[in-house]
């Protein structure tokens, strides 16, 4: 039997609430199947966040990278301070 997509992704989504062993009860599905829906949609999640990780970064991404940038070489230059006052105190 061919199940629709709207049947498939209602079916995983009540399937996440109420678990899926019920999920399969009530809608009259062997468990095979549902997990199969369930792994081909974790999947195609999974695909879609990595591809979104590709696309360029915006204006707000941009910014935060280059303040993340200027703080860590911020804390470099204190961590070698550091290290210079500690050596001239042991000298």
Known sequence: MRYSKEFKEQAIKL???????????QLGLVYATLA?????YNRER???????????PTEREKKLMKENAD???ANNI????????VNDRKQ
């Open 15 to 25: 399937s996440d609430e109420i678990g899926v062993n019920p999920a399969c009860a």
């Open 46 to 56: 999974i695909l879609k966040q990595k591809t979104s990780e590709d696309d360029p």
């Open 36 to 40: 199969d829906w369930r792994k081909s």
């Open 78 to 85: 204190l961590k070698d301070a550091f290290r210079f006052f």
């Open 71 to 73: 703080l860590r070489e």
